[in-house]
């Protein structure tokens, strides 16, 4: 892989050396593209990289763990009043062809969960037997969690009443105060609406995000994994817009009113994969920073897929966000709402660290979340 990356760079730097302005003007669209594009490709390798750790029974450790302690903010219900929104790239800079045309939507009046949705909010819906009841889900995204037998996220595995993760740093036990990722849309969708929730679509998500400054765990964090937030470096009142995961959202994924590919070759680049496909918006925890605006549009099939395939978007860590439709949240989800400590006291006897576990440990008591399914 490295002798290849050093072909490419050899002679890419011939080419641009030896060429005339003339030429390079022509080539400039061509390798910023390919730059951007490089950069998804080596997010893609992380999140291939995890695949492939996570079926290795060595539990290999690609990069240590950051440790970092955080105290989630609590969730709250941020409200958006209905509008005439203006959504999409305004061309300034570089954006890909699936951002543009910068175009008008109007959006209803909505609130928006100031937050991620975390580990043990998730772990409410799985020990509230969500896995098992197909009233949650969308037809076909029942469909496959039957065909591929899903009872909990990617990654996730059980153990004596325990949950446990893979990480790039090898397996750990859940930390309850993450964002959860790796769900599939159709987990996503069920997890919203077990909640009385749904997810945002991307126009609801880009107007809320429209005038927050681009932070976050990115890639350059050097965490590859995501984080839960914390109040004392977020002033919010919202968090988590960018990095840790990439945010499911209800969109298909299409194109904008007026949207047109570019000609050529390069015209294959996002309108030939405008199928069948949602939108995700944010990054994650492997995206670079720079990488990163307001407009990004990824994009992903909703369910998972059945092996790493050789060139799916990239996709980082996936999330959930969700829409209030209703306020009052289910008995099942309150009774989780104090989960983040009694896991971090489990951690500790086990002589592990949380990795954005709370300062409020030694509670001495046990995780109950996990032997309540
Ligand atoms: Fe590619």
Request: hydrophobic share 35%; charged share 20%; aromatic share 12%.
């Amino acid at each position: 892989m490295f002798g290849y990356r050093a072909y490419v760079d050899k002679h890419m730097d011939r080419l641009l050396r030896a060429s005339d302005s003339r030429t390079l003007d022509r080539a400039e669209p061509a390798v910023v593209l390919g730059i951007h594009h490089e950069q998804q490709h080596q997010e893609l390798i992380l999140t291939n990289l995890k695949h492939a750790w996570a079926a290795n029974p060595l539990h290999p450790v690609y990069r240590e763990a950051v440790s970092e302690a955080a105290v989630p903010p609590r969730r709250a219900w941020l409200t958006f009043p209905p509008r005439l929104a203006s959504i999409g790239h305004d061309g300034s800079g570089f954006a890909f062809d699936n951002e543009l045309p910068r175009h008008q939507t109007w959006l209803h009046g909505f609130q928006l969960a100031s937050r991620l949705a975390t580990n043990a909010e998730y772990q409410g819906f799985v020990a509230d037997g969500g896995y098992d009841r197909p009233e949650f889900w969308l037809s076909d995204g029942w469909a496959a969690r039957q065909v591929q037998g899903w009872e909990a996220p990617l990654y996730w595995t059980e153990e004596n009443g325990e949950w446990s993760m893979t990480t790039l740093a090898g397996p750990r036990l859940l930390c309850p105060s993450e964002p959860v990722c790796h769900v599939s849309y159709y987990e996503a969708d069920a997890f919203a609406r077990w909640a009385g929730a749904r997810l945002p679509t991307e126009a609801e998500w880009e107007i809320a995000s429209s005038d927050v400054p681009l932070g976050g765990h990115f890639l350059e964090a050097g965490r590859f994994h995501p984080a839960a937030t914390t109040a004392a470096d977020d002033p919010g009142p919202i968090y988590q817009l960018y990095g840790d995961v990439w945010q499911w959202t209800a969109s298909p994924y299409a194109g904008y009113p007026g949207y047109a590919p570019l000609t050529g070759a390069l015209g294959e680049y996002n309108g030939k994969f405008m199928c069948n496909q949602f939108v995700l918006r944010g990054a994650s925890c492997v995206t670079p920073r720079g990488h990163t605006r307001l407009t990004y549009r990824n994009f992903f099939p909703p369910g998972r897929p059945l092996a790493v395939q050789r060139h799916p978007p990239c996709q980082g860590s996936r999330m959930i966000d969700a829409v209030r439709q209703r306020s009052t949240p289910p008995p099942s989800r309150r009774r989780w709402a104090n989960s983040s400590r009694t896991c971090s006291a489990a951690w500790e006897r086990r002589g592990r660290n949380c990795l954005a576990s709370t300062s409020t440990t030694r509670t001495g008591r046990r995780c109950s979340m996990k032997s309540r399914r």
